[in-house]
């Protein structure tokens, strides 16, 4: 399958919009409780949902961000539906809100409501799947073409409907805020089929948990169908990677809505579509925009060695990290970083024998502050990477302290980056690094580089979405003295860009000796540490 993934808008004929789109819902099953949809069919090409994989996506850095207008706008009337097969969330204002840009280019595509597909447990639920996983939910927000006079003759046509998909998580018994304002109500006249339910002021801003992420790129987009009867194929897909983690009672609710007047023991569960098998696959596009304390280098192997478990040590990292056996936090400080991103001074890349490392040569040190951290400011020391043989081993870490600090319990913060190879597209802003790696292939040789050389990391929110604990080094002596800050979401560069590392060499007299599988076993901690999910973050600053 060929994806791509982005890294780098008259009341009757409202109501009359709003009655078409039930039909267009899964068709219900009165017998089963159980909504049924169509499984595939030969004779169309591309239907949805599909099956989405990272691995087997095109890049798109060079698109317009795909921009929202007006849904978070707390103006006019909201209102949640039962629809008899969803909850469905409609708006009542003078202006619908739009989306514009990225694969839609200059024309707009109108809301039209945003439902919701789940499962009737919380490991199903969604319609697309990520790698083959799934999540609990699965939230479609429906637009239509602005050239169409409505949403009626808009689903007919090639161009008509975009639909932007976001997936949601259960995740403990913490709620989500923001997703509160959308619940279904929960009584008994809410359960029942039909009701519509108009949202409370307070409420109006009811898909402000959608925005909870950049909605201008991290998605992937290609050209399918509707997931409902009649599945015509006139959808522009574009789905978020990133999942909404929210409470598991949260979910809950939506499963005791009443698919029938008269049997209220029936409910609304598993409306949701199988992946399908298109005829055709479609073009799917993803668009993303201390050497003391280094590994210990068997120059007879070729490959670093590091410390096993020692049952002696508490907390040993790196761990293994699960988001549903996390505790969730929204109510931190922003985590900041001051001065990384700056075009002043100088920067390098060194072949340390054990790994390439980046060093900054600056008047004032960049530093980090707030999120775990408090008021406390962590200044940069050093960057380096750890890498595998191949493209699907190793891990790769920064670290930020300094050396007096690295054996006192809160002496380092170490932020830690995934790096994941994908196709053959360069990631341009991971170039400044990558050319420089080109350079120091020798042990110890060193070379200038572009000061701006850790942008990449600053293609993400770097505020949130993290998990931190309290852990150990990686390396020798292990100190267990470490903040870690490990972000979920991946950079995406290209095998190429990774494969340079995997020359770099450790023997200064024999070059075929390489610097790889430079990185440590996860460990079995003695004590369980206690792992944070940075869900979402207060609106402040560090006064610094």
């Known amino acids: 399958m060929n994806l791509c993934l982005f890294r780098a808008p008259d009341r009757t004929g409202r109501h009359v919009v709003r009655d078409h789109l039930r039909s267009i819902l899964p068709h219900f099953s009165e017998a089963s409780g159980v909504p049924t949809a169509k499984k595939n069919d030969p004779t169309m090409a591309v239907q949805s949902p599909i099956g989405l994989d990272i691995r087997q996506v095109n890049l798109a850095d060079d698109v317009t961000p795909l921009e929202y207008h007006g849904h978070f706008d707390l103006i006019g009337r909201a209102?949640?539906?039962?629809?008899?097969?969803?909850?469905?969330?409609?708006?009542?204002?003078?202006?619908?809100?739009?989306?514009?840009?990225?694969?839609?280019?200059?024309?707009?595509?109108?809301?039209?409501?945003?439902?919701?597909?789940?499962?009737?447990?919380?490991?199903?639920?969604?319609?697309?799947?990520?790698?083959?996983?799934?999540?609990s939910m699965e939230a479609h927000a429906v637009h239509y073409n602005a050239k169409y006079r409505d949403f009626q003759e808009a689903v007919t046509k090639p161009d008509g409907i975009a639909v932007t998909g976001f997936f949601i998580q259960?995740?403990?018994?913490?709620?989500?805020?923001?997703?509160?304002?959308?619940?279904?109500?929960?009584?008994?006249?809410?359960?029942?089929?039909?009701?519509?339910?108009?949202?409370?002021?307070?409420?109006?801003?009811?898909?402000?948990w959608m925005n909870l992420q950049d909605l201008s790129k991290h998605y992937y987009t290609y050209k399918g169908s509707?997931?409902?009867?009649?599945?015509?194929?006139?959808?522009?897909?574009?789905?978020?990677?990133?999942?909404?983690?929210?409470?598991?009672?949260?979910?809950?609710?939506?499963?005791?809505l009443c698919c029938s007047k008269e049997d209220h023991s029936k409910k609304i569960i598993n409306n949701f579509r199988d992946v399908q098998r298109p005829r055709h696959n479609p073009r799917v596009v993803f668009r993303d925009h201390l050497r003391s304390i280094l590994p210990h280098f068997s120059e007879a192997?070729?490959?670093?060695?590091?410390?096993?478990?020692?049952?002696?040590?508490?907390?040993?990292?790196?761990?293994?990290?699960?988001?549903?056996?996390?505790?969730?936090?929204?109510?931190?400080?922003?985590?900041?970083?001051?001065?990384?991103?700056?075009?002043?001074?100088?920067?390098?890349?060194?072949n340390t024998q054990t790994s390439a490392q980046i060093t900054l040569d600056r008047?004032?040190?960049?530093?980090?502050?707030?999120?775990?951290?408090?008021?406390?400011?962590?200044?940069?020391?050093?960057?380096?990477?750890?890498?595998?043989?191949?493209?699907?081993?190793g891990c790769e870490h920064t670290i930020e302290g300094c050396p007096e600090a690295v054996t006192k319990p809160d002496g380092i913060a170490v932020t830690g980056f995934f790096i994941q190879a994908l196709g053959d597209r360069d990631l341009p802003e991971f170039n400044k690094i990558a050319q420089g790696i080109t350079k120091v292939g020798e042990p110890k040789a060193k070379v200038q580089i572009d000061p701006d050389c850790l942008s990449w990391m600053n293609l993400q929110d770097l505020s949130k979405h993290y998990y931190t604990y309290k852990g150990s080094l990686t390396t020798p002596p292990y100190y267990e003295s470490v903040t870690w800050i490990v972000y979920k979401s991946p950079v995406y560069v290209?095998?190429?860009?990774?494969?340079?590392?995997?020359?770099?060499?450790?023997?200064?007299?024999?070059?075929?000796?390489?610097?790889?599988?430079?990185?440590?076993?996860?460990?079995?901690?003695?004590?369980?540490?206690?792992?944070?999910?940075?869900?979402n973050c207060i609106n402040t600053k560090s006064k610094l």
């Not at 204002?93 to 009737?120: S, T, V």
């Not at 259960?170 to 989500?176: M, P, Q, S």
């Not at 990774?498 to 901690?525: A, M, T, W, Y």
């Open 363 to 393: 008047a004032q040190k960049p530093f980090i502050i707030g999120g775990p951290l408090g008021a406390q400011k962590y200044f940069f020391e050093q960057l380096h990477f750890h890498w595998g043989d191949h493209d699907h081993l």
């Open 494 to 535: 290209s095998s190429r860009q990774i494969e340079l590392f995997r020359g770099l060499c450790c023997s200064k007299e024999d070059h075929s000796k390489k610097i790889i599988n430079n990185f440590r076993d996860v460990q079995r901690p003695r004590h369980n540490p206690r792992v944070v999910f940075v869900r």
């Open 226 to 256: 509707l997931t409902t009867p009649p599945y015509y194929e006139s959808v522009t897909w574009i789905v978020y990677k990133s999942p909404v983690y929210v409470s598991s009672r949260q979910i809950e609710l939506f499963r005791g």
């Open 79 to 135: 209102y949640v539906e039962n629809t008899q097969t969803s909850a469905q969330i409609t708006l009542d204002r003078a202006q619908k809100p739009f989306i514009i840009g990225g694969p839609l280019g200059a024309q707009k595509y109108l809301f039209e409501q945003l439902h919701f597909h789940w499962g009737d447990h919380d490991h199903l639920g969604c319609e697309h799947t990520i790698e083959g996983c799934r999540y």
């Open 170 to 208: 259960a995740l403990g018994d913490r709620d989500l805020p923001e997703f509160n304002k959308n619940r279904p109500r929960n009584h008994k006249k809410s359960e029942s089929p039909k009701p519509k339910f108009k949202l409370i002021p307070g409420e109006l801003d009811c898909l402000s």
């Open 301 to 350: 192997s070729g490959v670093p060695t590091a410390k096993k478990n020692d049952p002696t040590m508490a907390v040993q990292s790196p761990i293994g990290l699960d988001i549903r056996q996390v505790n969730l936090a929204d109510d931190v400080t922003p985590l900041e970083y001051h001065g990384h991103f700056d075009l002043i001074g100088r920067a390098y890349v060194e």
